[in-house]
């Protein structure tokens, strides 16, 4: 710590479950000086990794929010990626709320109940995060948060410091006031706003949210997992909304 380090962040994808607009689903790629992660991996993940020409191989970890199919169902697709198309010797690490583990590999089990993922060519690992308990990957430091996006699940925000360089990612969730103190100084924060006006459930809504943004002091604020609305809104709120390929340099 104590040093700002360079990170990159690419937004893969920035739509809500229903690929609103013709968006894709929820991932961002993740770079700093000694490791390249995604955070969230919805199930368009391969597609826009593909279109921009991103080596799939270059991922050393995935940090998932909850375990909603547009936040982590393009893993199994990754997976099978890292058997066939870029055998993978490395350990491939998956972090996520707990559950994780028989999640992915439920899921993986459903949709290729003929091809094992108990017996691959590579260590695939597994560590739960817990609301509150830091974690370290690397030069990556994660704080996972809990929202209270789903009930009987957890959910999960995540503040990620690099050195001094820091992004806060609210995964889903309703507004909760944590975020002011969470993303204090933060060099990005990475905010949900699914909805506009009409309610989407446990999701923030831009009427609400534009009332907490001017006691936020990130240095950048950027609005994803936008559904239909928000989308068609998009241009005229005065605040950056994620689409892909976006780049943003910290
Ligand atoms: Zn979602
Ligand atoms: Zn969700």
């Known amino acids: 710590m104590g040093r700002r380090a360079r990170v990159d962040v690419t937004i893969l994808g920035s739509s809500d479950a229903f690929c609103s607009g013709g968006h894709p689903h929820v991932a961002y790629l993740v770079e700093s000086e000694r490791s390249t992660f995604l955070l969230d991996c919805g199930p368009t993940l391969l597609l826009t990794m593909k279109q921009r020409g991103i080596d799939t191989a270059a991922v050393d970890f995935v940090v998932i929010s909850h375990m909603h199919g547009d936040h982590f169902a393009g893993l199994p697709f990754l997976i099978l990626e890292y058997i066939y198309e870029r055998p993978r010797q490395r350990p491939f690490r998956v972090i996520g709320p707990p559950g994780i583990e028989a999640r992915v590999r439920a899921l993986f089990r459903a949709l290729y109940g003929d091809i094992s993922c108990d017996a691959l060519p590579f260590r695939l690992e597994f560590e739960e995060a817990e609301p509150e308990k830091p974690l370290a990957v690397g030069d990556v430091e994660l704080l996972p ?45 990475l905010c949900e706003c699914t909805a506009y006006e009409t309610s989407m459930g446990r999701h923030i809504e831009w009427h609400s949210l534009k009332h907490v943004i001017p006691k936020l002091t990130c240095r950048r604020l950027v609005l994803t997992h936008l559904g239909r609305e928000m989308r068609a809104h998009a241009a005229e709120l005065g605040v950056e909304c994620a689409t892909e390929g976006m780049k943003i340099e910290l």
């Open 145 to 189: 948060v809990q929202v209270p996006h789903q009930v009987d699940e957890v959910s999960l925000a995540y503040r990620i410091s690099v050195g001094d360089t820091r992004i806060v990612y609210s995964g889903d969730t309703p507004w909760i006031d944590r975020f002011i103190e969470l993303s204090r100084d933060a060099d990005l924060f």
